[in-house]
Protein backbone atom coordinates (compact mmCIF):
# COMPACT_ATOMS: atom_id res chain seq x y z
CA UNK A 1 0.00 0.00 0.00
CA UNK A 2 1.08 3.53 -0.57
CA UNK A 3 0.93 6.65 2.03
CA UNK A 4 -1.78 7.71 1.29
CA UNK A 5 -3.64 4.37 0.76
CA UNK A 6 -2.32 3.58 4.21
CA UNK A 7 -3.90 7.21 5.85
CA UNK A 8 -7.09 5.44 4.41
CA UNK A 9 -7.12 2.89 5.92
CA UNK A 10 -6.52 4.41 9.56
CA UNK A 11 -9.70 6.76 8.61
CA UNK A 12 -11.38 3.63 7.82
CA UNK A 13 -10.49 1.86 11.45
CA UNK A 14 -11.39 4.85 13.53
CA UNK A 15 -14.75 5.39 11.10
CA UNK A 16 -15.67 2.28 11.73
CA UNK A 17 -14.86 2.65 15.62
CA UNK A 18 -15.85 5.53 16.61
CA UNK A 19 -17.88 6.95 14.69
CA UNK A 20 -20.28 4.13 13.60
CA UNK A 21 -23.18 5.91 15.22
CA UNK A 22 -23.64 8.62 12.92
CA UNK A 23 -22.04 7.20 9.87
CA UNK A 24 -24.21 5.13 7.73
CA UNK A 25 -21.90 4.41 4.39
CA UNK A 26 -18.66 4.53 3.72
CA UNK A 27 -17.45 4.69 -0.39
CA UNK A 28 -14.82 5.95 -2.40
CA UNK A 29 -16.23 8.94 -4.64
CA UNK A 30 -13.83 10.86 -7.00
CA UNK A 31 -10.42 9.74 -4.95
CA UNK A 32 -12.07 10.41 -1.79
CA UNK A 33 -13.71 8.92 0.71
CA UNK A 34 -17.62 9.28 1.09
CA UNK A 35 -19.13 9.14 4.80
CA UNK A 36 -23.18 9.03 4.13
CA UNK A 37 -24.27 9.96 7.45
CA UNK A 38 -27.67 9.04 9.11
CA UNK A 39 -29.31 12.14 8.16
CA UNK A 40 -27.91 11.84 4.72
CA UNK A 41 -25.94 14.44 4.80
CA UNK A 42 -21.93 13.59 3.97
CA UNK A 43 -18.49 13.83 4.90
CA UNK A 44 -15.73 13.90 2.39
CA UNK A 45 -11.99 12.79 3.45
CA UNK A 46 -9.56 13.89 0.90
CA UNK A 47 -6.19 13.67 0.88
CA UNK A 48 -3.16 14.79 -1.66
CA UNK A 49 -1.55 11.92 -3.67
CA UNK A 50 0.64 14.60 -4.93
CA UNK A 51 1.49 16.84 -2.21
CA UNK A 52 2.86 15.26 0.99
CA UNK A 53 0.01 16.32 3.88
CA UNK A 54 -2.28 18.08 2.59
CA UNK A 55 -5.70 17.18 3.37
CA UNK A 56 -9.21 18.57 3.05
CA UNK A 57 -12.58 17.27 5.80
CA UNK A 58 -15.68 18.43 4.07
CA UNK A 59 -19.23 18.31 5.72
CA UNK A 60 -21.45 18.99 3.08
CA UNK A 61 -25.12 19.24 5.42
CA UNK A 62 -28.89 18.61 4.17
CA UNK A 63 -29.76 22.03 4.57
CA UNK A 64 -26.63 23.34 2.23
CA UNK A 65 -24.23 24.19 4.46
CA UNK A 66 -20.85 23.54 4.70
CA UNK A 67 -18.12 22.78 7.23
CA UNK A 68 -14.58 22.47 5.93
CA UNK A 69 -11.34 21.74 7.58
CA UNK A 70 -8.56 21.54 4.98
CA UNK A 71 -4.69 22.94 4.93
CA UNK A 72 -4.75 24.05 1.09
CA UNK A 73 -2.82 27.43 0.88
CA UNK A 74 -5.47 29.52 -0.23
CA UNK A 75 -4.24 33.21 -0.46
CA UNK A 76 -6.59 34.62 0.03
CA UNK A 77 -7.04 33.38 3.79
CA UNK A 78 -2.83 34.07 4.33
CA UNK A 79 -4.35 36.60 7.57
CA UNK A 80 -6.11 33.61 9.42
CA UNK A 81 -4.12 33.07 12.16
CA UNK A 82 -3.68 29.30 11.40
CA UNK A 83 -2.97 29.37 7.78
CA UNK A 84 -2.64 27.29 6.18
CA UNK A 85 -4.83 25.52 8.13
CA UNK A 86 -8.44 26.75 7.77
CA UNK A 87 -12.20 26.08 8.98
CA UNK A 88 -14.67 26.91 6.64
CA UNK A 89 -17.72 27.68 8.59
CA UNK A 90 -21.25 27.23 7.16
CA UNK A 91 -19.97 28.81 3.93
CA UNK A 92 -17.17 28.70 1.29
CA UNK A 93 -16.44 32.07 2.37
CA UNK A 94 -16.68 32.60 5.99
CA UNK A 95 -13.36 31.14 7.05
CA UNK A 96 -11.88 31.10 11.07
CA UNK A 97 -8.91 29.87 12.74
CA UNK A 98 -9.07 25.95 12.52
CA UNK A 99 -9.99 25.05 15.83
CA UNK A 100 -8.93 21.03 15.13
CA UNK A 101 -5.38 19.39 15.30
CA UNK A 102 -2.78 20.19 12.47
CA UNK A 103 -2.29 16.44 12.74
CA UNK A 104 -4.35 14.73 9.95
CA UNK A 105 -5.80 11.78 12.46
CA UNK A 106 -6.33 14.12 15.15
CA UNK A 107 -7.88 16.82 13.28
CA UNK A 108 -10.32 14.14 11.75
CA UNK A 109 -11.23 12.51 14.98
CA UNK A 110 -11.64 16.45 15.97
CA UNK A 111 -13.47 17.22 12.99
CA UNK A 112 -15.88 13.97 13.06
CA UNK A 113 -16.48 14.81 16.86
CA UNK A 114 -17.51 18.47 15.70
CA UNK A 115 -20.38 16.64 13.48
CA UNK A 116 -21.59 14.36 15.80
CA UNK A 117 -22.00 17.65 18.21
CA UNK A 118 -23.82 19.25 15.17
CA UNK A 119 -26.44 16.37 14.87
CA UNK A 120 -27.63 16.53 18.04
Known amino acids: MNPVENIFEEILKITRVEFEDI ?3 VSF ?3 KLRLVLKDK ?3 DVGISKRISGR ?3 HWECKNQNLYRYDNFPDEQWKNVETY ?3 FHKGTQNKVDAS ?3 A ?3 TGFREFM ?3 RKSFS
Open 23 to 25: VDV
Open 29 to 31: VNY
Open 41 to 43: SFV
Open 55 to 57: FSF
Open 84 to 86: PFH
Open 99 to 101: PFS
Open 103 to 105: DLL
Open 113 to 115: EFV
